[in-house]
């Protein structure tokens, strides 16, 4: 009898959690398991692994939103991405080294990401149930208008533009002497000579989940999620859809361009021209390997399935490498993003709504 | 009085319906003085590229029938292409048998490939775009797991010039030599100095006429009338996700046969990058000339591949005189395709929400009639 | 799934059949082999065949090709059977055509065509004078090395199409 309900709960507890997950899951954790015997340093892992998952959850946190509100995957993340980059270098360009800049650079995106993304959300309000290849396209084609910008641009700060020149940003900027490491350093710890933890990075993360979670059970959040749910029944209930919708655009761009303003500080790099080109597809299979699906997606989803993910990203490399000598790391990560996407897609019981 | 104003509204319509290939003519109208290319010379290229991509479209016309959009799932069949050419490069099979080998090589992979997409087209049903998109990046890793580590390991491939140095996977480049421009040269005529490759030009025909007979065939009606209403078309008897999955397949073979023609005439294939570069390219040129998700056509095609390739050609010369940088140039043609695409997805999708508000406004008016 | 064994069936068995073996004879015909065409001196069973002075060789119906002695020459050829004329002069000036043909074993890539055994022996099976050539490996190795293999998917967006 024991062993019937341990089968039927361990059954449950699958159907709940998910079969691709379990599996990411157990892979993630055998990495972890044989690391230290090929000879990986198992502090130096935990210390990427974190770093990474602060430098992407930002990002994987911009998902939300939409998909709260129905709109579905957010493949327009770089629309976002570039409205902090925008906000990044005019905060360079103002030149006002530490910690300041990065607080500028959230200001001057935050007024980019509003207007991107009420034309935005005004768009993807007008094609309701097309919204993910639209989406995928606006953000590849903004990316590749803003390739034009940065090079007609009037920036002057040298250590933005390309030297001999004088004009046009260069594809990497630093953000040395700027903001770089701003939030890693802060209140970091370091437990051993390996394994630092970014707190400073984990905790404005931390602190952005909360005012996400805090909104979405609010009335304005509840009333997004309803949208989500069952947008005629919403209308019914008076609730302006389109507004609602839009809203929910604005704050994923917002998210996005704050993501990248983090992803930059720790990188230490702004990656200009064709760099947010395929950013959003991690993010997209982050927060669908946390457990998210088309239409429904929690905060603790992007949590799980950032750490999965970036765990993947980190451990992979490094253990086959010392493994067999081969760094496939790519292709895995390849395929198990893009499969984790397509099982999204796929899924009949998410396609009504 | 109203004649003239429905005469206008008529050409304000044509205009509207026409709105991306309009839009290109302007540019094209601009850029062509600004680049200072002669005409000889942009005459010459536009028939190089008719004869290389105008193939690989017309494989997206089957799919947009069936009422499964665009098919971006056709770097499943660039792939398939590129693993036989690969192959036929590896045995030494040079010239037109090359390209034959190649080519029945490409298909059980092409057809095993373009089942499996339509299968996973036909359980997301509504998204089947976005689904073929992801479907072009997760293969492409199944693909570098194939050739990347599989090929000299598993699969035997020998020769030194396709090998890297350890031993194992494809090089970045496979020089494509003994096929190059193979089909081009057969039947080489040269009209005012433009030299044209008729025989290409000929497989192309061909495949055109098969298109057209194909749309008349059982097989064809079927697909029209499951991509006009899938449930009708159930009702009358017709196996919809069977048809759908065909659709599909016949667009991967297709485009796997594209895929080797296109190489032939560029003589170089970059393992790990021409197939997706190659799906985005065509829809673009596809939508340019004048297609949409729902409707296209073999004239959608050739007037596409012109206007397309004009405006690729033309584009970093214009930027250079333009603005001193043929960078701009660049970035500009990759903002135009990609524009392109994002206004013809949205106006598709506007249009279908009109449609159905009208549909919903008829309902209402005959309920209301009837009562 | 059951085999049904309609006539559908048969005609699809005999379509795909047939298609292999068109494969087959496309592999065959389409295969490319290169014939070294070699003008030295050479010792044949214990005994020296000088190289020819001079002398004229044609591969099927290609350009023709002059050779004086210790001279090396290449054509690509596509399929099995092919012909070689040789044409030289004597010491007395008179000149002499040999036609012959000879047959390319599938798998050998590269073959080398001894001219001056084939004149001093032109009725001789084509073993004698036609062996194949395996070329030397450190002429490959010497010019490799490891090549970084790229798979960015960006970079394809700015090369021309």
């Known amino acids: 009898m024991n062993l019937q309900q341990l089968t039927s709960s361990a059954k449950g507890l699958v159907k709940s959690f998910g079969l691709p997950r379990i599996i990411i899951g157990l892979f993630l954790l055998s990495l972890f398991i044989t690391a230290p015997f090929v000879g990986v340093n198992i502090g130096t892992s935990l210390s990427d692994t974190f770093n990474r998952f602060g430098m992407n959850a930002v990002m994987v946190l911009a998902m939300v939103p939409m998909i709260h509100s129905g709109c579905g995957l957010n493949f327009g993340l770089p629309l976002g ?24 650079a959230i200001l001057f995106a935050t007024p980019f990401a509003v207007i991107l993304g009420w034309g935005y959300g005004q768009l993807l309000n007008r094609v309701k149930g097309g919204e993910m290849m639209i989406a995928t396209y606006v953000g590849f084609s903004s990316v590749a208008f803003m390739c034009i910008m940065w090079l007609l641009l009037p920036f002057s700060n040298p250590t933005m533009v390309w030297g001999y020149s004088g004009t046009g940003l260069r594809t990497t900027i630093s953000t040395e002497g700027y903001y770089r490491h701003v939030l890693n350093d802060f209140l970091s710890i370091q437990l051993t000579d390996h394994l630092t933890i970014p707190t400073g990075m984990l905790l404005f993360f931390a602190l952005l989940a909360c005012i996400i979670w805090a909104f979405l059970h609010t009335k304005t959040g509840t009333a997004m999620t309803a949208v989500g749910s069952n947008s005629v029944f919403a209308r019914a209930s008076g609730i302006n859809v389109d507004k609602i919708r839009t809203l929910s655009v604005i704050m994923s761009t917002w998210l996005g361009a704050i993501g990248i303003l983090v992803y930059q ?13 395929y950013m959003a597809l991690p993010a997209v299979s982050a927060i669908l390997i946390g457990g998210a699906s088309v239409n429904k997606a929690s905060i603790l989803n992007v949590v799980i399935g950032t750490f999965l993910f970036q765990g993947i990203v980190t451990m992979t490399p490094s253990v086959m490498n010392s493994m067999i000598h081969t ?6 990560r390849i395929v198990v993003s893009n499969g984790m996407i397509l099982y999204a897609l796929t899924r009949k019981a998410e396609v009504t709504r | 009085m109203t004649l003239h104003m429905t005469k206008t509204q008529k050409l304000l319509r044509i205009m509207g319906n026409n709105m991306v290939p309009i839009l290109f003519l302007v540019i094209c109208a601009f850029g062509i003085p600004l680049s200072g290319y002669s005409a000889n ?68 992979i092409s057809v095993l490939l373009g089942w499996w997409c339509g299968k996973i087209l036909n359980m997301a049903r509504g998204r089947e775009m976005v689904t073929s998109y992801i479907i072009g990046f997760f293969m492409n890793g199944i693909y570098q797991l194939v050739v990347l580590y599989g090929m000299g390991a598993v699969i035997p491939v020998r020769s030194n010039a396709l090998l890297l140095p350890r031993g194992y996977g494809i090089r970045n480049t496979v020089n494509l030599i003994g096929i190059r421009r193979a089909l081009d040269d057969l039947l080489l005529i040269r009209l005012f100095g433009i030299p ?45 996700e069977h048809t759908r999955i065909i659709s599909i397949v016949i667009s991967t073979v297709f485009a796997g046969y594209g895929m080797i023609l296109y190489l032939q005439n560029i ?50 010369m214009a930027g250079k005189n333009l603005i001193g940088q043929a960078q701009l140039g660049e970035y500009f043609r990759v903002f135009v395709s990609y524009g392109v695409i994002t206004i013809s997805l949205v106006l598709y999708e506007v249009r279908k929400k009109r449609d159905q508000h009208y549909v919903g406004l008829q309902l209402a008016a005959d309920q209301e009639a009837l009562q | 799934m059951k085999l049904a064994l309609t006539r559908t069936f ?66 690509d050829v596509t399929g099995q059977k092919h012909s070689v004329t040789v044409i030289y002069t004597d010491s007395n000036w008179e000149e002499y055509t040999i ?39 450190y002429a490959v190795t010497a010019a490799d090395r490891e090549e970084e293999v790229i798979i960015d998917d960006l970079s394809v967006l700015l090369t021309d199409i």
């Open chain 2, 41 to 108: 010379f942009l005459a010459s290229e536009i028939v190089i590229r008719i004869s290389r991509n105008s193939f690989l479209i017309v494989s997206l016309l089957i799919p947009i029938l069936a009422g499964m959009g665009l098919n971006f799932g056709m770097t499943l069949g660039a792939m398939a292409g590129q693993i036989g050419l690969i192959l036929i490069s590896d045995w030494g099979i040079v010239g037109i048998p090359g390209i034959i080998l190649a080519m029945i090589i490409s298909t059980p």
């Open chain 3, 99 to 137: 036609e012959r043909t000879f047959e390319v074993p599938l798998m050998q890539e590269m073959v080398l065509l001894s001219i001056p055994t084939l004149v001093a022996n032109p009725e001789a099976d084509q073993s004698l004078w036609l062996e194949n050539y395996e070329p030397p490996t």
């Open chain 2, 196 to 240: 044209i490759p008729l025989a290409t030009l000929l497989v192309i025909t061909v495949l055109c006429l098969f298109i057209l007979w194909f749309k008349k065939t059982k097989l064809g009606q079927d697909m029209r009338a499951v991509g006009q209403d899938m449930e009708v078309a159930r009702a009358a008897g017709i196996k919809v």
């Open chain 1, 327 to 332: 760094d496939m790391s790519e292709v895995i």
């Open chain 1, 265 to 277: 500080q720790s990188f230490g790099f702004i990656q200009l021209y064709m760099g947010p080109f």
């Open chain 3, 10 to 75: 048969w005609f699809r068995f005999v379509a795909i059949l047939i298609i292999l073996v068109f494969a087959v004879v496309l592999f065959f015909i389409g295969k490319q082999h290169t014939v070294l065409i070699d003008n030295k001196t050479v010792t044949v069973g214990g005994q020296e065949i000088r190289a020819l002075q001079l002398v004229e060789i044609q591969i099927d119906n290609k350009d023709s090709m002059e050779l004086a002695a210790r001279d090396r020459d290449k054509e």
């Open chain 2, 267 to 316: 003589g170089t294939l970059n393992t790990y990058n021409s197939h997706m570069q190659i799906g985005m390219f065509s829809v673009a040129a596809l939508l340019v000339g004048g297609a949409s998700v729902s409707k296209a056509n073999i004239r959608n095609v050739f007037l596409g591949v012109i206007l397309f390739h004009l405006m690729f050609i033309i584009s970093p």
């Open chain 1, 81 to 104: 991405i570039i409205a902090g980059l925008l906000g990044a270098t005019i905060s360079l360009q103002v030149n006002i080294p530490g910690p300041t800049s990065f607080l500028l």
